[in-house]
C-alpha cells in the first residue's frame, strides 16, 4: 500500500497531462468540509474519473465505503488500479455503465452522494437519485456554476450553442434542488460552483 498523499499527486499530475477534469483545487476544500460535516457510511458518486474525489472521501472517511459510477471502461481501469494501490479496492466498488441507466439498479441508503457526471443529465441524475437517499443526506453536485454561465445578474452572453443544453440544465438542477422540500443548499462559488443540498429529517 503506498503513501496516499503521494497517490493523490501522481493523480493530480495524471490528470493534468491527460485533461481529466478532477475536482479543481479550489474545490477540493469545500467537498472535504462536506464530507468531514456529513461523516457517510455509504457514499454515491456518479463520474469516478481516475477515482481523485472518491480517494480523497474514503480517506477522510475510516469507515466508508463508495459505489462510483463512470461511462468511460478505459478510465475505469486507471481508477481500479489508483484505489486498489491506495488499498482502497475492499471500500470502492467501480461501476461501469451510464449512470441514468444503473441509476434503477441500485439499492440505498445512501448518506452522501456526489454527482460530477454529464452536466446536462443533472435533474435527472437528481431525481434518479432521490429513493436512494438515506433520511439524513447530503447531495453535493460539482461545476454547478460552470464557467459563470449558469447564474449571475443577466449581463452574462447567451451561451454559445455547444453549451446551451448543458447550461439550461445546470439552471434546472439548480431550480430543482432549491424548491426541494426538506432540503436546504447552499451554493459555493469555489471552482465551478458546487451546490450541498442537505436533508435532515
Ligand atoms: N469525480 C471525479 C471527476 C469526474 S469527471 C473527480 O473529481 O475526481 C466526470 C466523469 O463523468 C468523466 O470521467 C466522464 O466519463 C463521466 N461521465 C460523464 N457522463 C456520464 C454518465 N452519464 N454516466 C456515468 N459517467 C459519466
Ligand atoms: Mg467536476
Same mark, same amino acid.
Given at each position: ?110 448518506? &452522501? ?31 454547478? &456554476? ?56
Amino acid at each position: 500500500m503506498e503513501r496516499i498523499d503521494d497517490l493523490l499527486r501522481e493523480m493530480e499530475a495524471y490528470a493534468r497531462d491527460k485533461e481529466v477534469p478532477i475536482l479543481t483545487e479550489a474545490a477540493r476544500p469545500v467537498f472535504l468540509r462536506t464530507v468531514r460535516e456529513a461523516a457517510p457510511r455509504r457514499i454515491l458518486e456518479l463520474g469516478t474519473a481516475i477515482g481523485y474525489s472518491a480517494l480523497l472521501a474514503l480517506r477522510e472517511l475510516p469507515d466508508a465505503e463508495i459505489v462510483t459510477i463512470e461511462r468511460d471502461a478505459v478510465i475505469v481501469e486507471a481508477a481500479r488500479s489508483f484505489l486498489c494501490r491506495a488499498g482502497m479496492a475492499a471500500r470502492a466498488s467501480v461501476v461501469v455503465g451510464a449512470a441514468e441507466k444503473l441509476l434503477p439498479t441500485i439499492s440505498g441508503n445512501f448518506d &452522501l452522494v456526489f454527482i460530477d457526471a454529464a452536466k446536462s443529465r443533472y435533474p435527472d441524475f437528481w431525481l434518479g437519485v432521490q429513493p436512494l437517499l438515506a433520511p439524513r443526506a447530503v447531495v453535493v453536485a460539482d461545476n454547478v &456554476l460552470f464557467r459563470g454561465l449558469v447564474e449571475g445578474d443577466g449581463s452574462e452572453e447567451w451561451p454559445k450553442h455547444s453549451y446551451r443544453t448543458m447550461v439550461l440544465q445546470l439552471r434546472e438542477y439548480l431550480r430543482l434542488v432549491r424548491s426541494a422540500p426538506g432540503f436546504r443548499t447552499e451554493i459555493f462559488p469555489e471552482g465551478d460552483g458546487m451546490a450541498v443540498s442537505w436533508r435532515d429529517e
